[in-house]
Structures are given as C-alpha cells and as structure tokens.
C-alpha cells in the first residue's frame, strides 16, 4: 500500500439480495490509485463495473470494507459527510454529458464551484480556465444544445474537475462519440489528468484506449485484478 494513493478500496464488499439468492459483486475487493495515475476499467456487462464506481464515488455504500479518499476514510461519513467528501474531492464523468441546458457551459462548469460556496468571480475565472485548457475558450457562452457531442463532453470533463477534486470516475466517457471525436476527447482528458494530478479510473470497451492509459484492472469474481491488454 502507497502512502500517496488518491483513492483506495480496502476490503469492500457489496452483495445484491434477491429472493432467496444473494449475489455477490465485490469480495473483499481492493483496488489503489495514484495521484495522477490514470486507470482503465475493463470488464463485461454486468460484472460489477457500476457498482465499483458507485462505491468508489461514494454514491453507494458498501456492505464491508472502506473507501479512503486521499487518505481519509469514509467509513464513519454519515450521509451529509458522504455528501461534503463528494462534492469536495470527486468529480464524475458520464457517457452521456448531462448538462444542464439552459445553462451555458461556463456556467456548467461554475455550478459545482458555487455549491461549494465559491464567489462568483473565483467560479467564472476557473471555470474560464478549464474551458480554456479543454480548447473552449470560444464556446463559454454556448448552451449544451449549441455545442458538438465532443465539445459537450469536453464541457463535462471541465465540469468534473472544477473543485480541484483527487478523484476523476469516468464510465464510458467517450461511449457515444464518434472514433475521431473519441479520440480528441480523450486527449484532452489525459492532458487534464496529468495538468492536475487527479486519480483516474475509466471505464472503457475501448481496447484502444485503455491501452493508453497507466494500467487497466478487471473485476473476477468479486475481485479487483490487474488487466493485461494485449
Ligand atoms: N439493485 C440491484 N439488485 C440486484 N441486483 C443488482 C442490482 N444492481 C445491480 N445488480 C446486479 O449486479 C451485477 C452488476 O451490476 P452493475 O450495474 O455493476 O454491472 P456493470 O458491470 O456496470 O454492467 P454494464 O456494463 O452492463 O452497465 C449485475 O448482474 C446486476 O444484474
């Protein structure tokens, strides 16, 4: 074990109750992410990949074992506290871009800024920035309708990022992009990664770009194993 890992799983373990069988998606499953280290997860449907990042995300809690988050542990966060570590330290990527459409993307990328309490100005000149390092600068203005899928996305990775967190949690963030477009938009999310340090860990069925990353890890029955791409 690291001393410097951004996000850890000790031990977790998550089961699913139906009827008289129960099933088991995590046992005792550890995984650990560096800061800066980006991490493909790569696994078939249904074998457990939302369940992972719902935990590690803090979304859902596990039945045993912990999550740290840059060191801290989670498991004595009451809901409120799950909630703080969230919004403070994790940002999220989703395959489709789920932003709000009446906003513009500067403001997209402000609004997670500002329920954090941020001022206006410090969320606005941030949120600039980010827009600016994803090649936005010419789009802040432009509502999510008014942009392409890849520009869309790239406003989302922005967004994800805005509070600084330690961990990026990507599922299929390139899932509904064409392969150039795919492409564009991972590099600009690798660029974001390495700029900022934040632990990423990506699920992906692109072989292609999984094998760009650090490392890749797969879920087998119940565990959290290294990966080999070949
Ligand atoms: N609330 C639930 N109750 C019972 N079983 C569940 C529940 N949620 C998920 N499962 C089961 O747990 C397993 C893992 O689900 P999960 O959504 O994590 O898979 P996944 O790897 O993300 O799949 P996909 O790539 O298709 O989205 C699946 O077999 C699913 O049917």
Redesign the pocket.
Known sequence: MSTNSSIRLAQVERH?V?GESR?T?LDHADMEIRAGEMVALV?P????????LHIAGLLEKPDGGDVFVNGTSCKGLDDAGRTDMRRSSIGFVYQFHHLLPEFSALENVMLPQMIRGLPRKVAADRARMLLEYMRLGQRVTHRPAELSGGEQQRVAIARAVANNPYVLLADEPTGNLDPLTSNYVFDAMTALVRQSGVAALIATHNHDLAKRMDRAITLRDGKIIDHVLV
């Not at 449907?45 to 992972?52: D, E, I, P, Y």
């Open positions: 699913y139906q099933l998606i696994a449907s249904g074998a457990g990949k939302s369940t992972l």
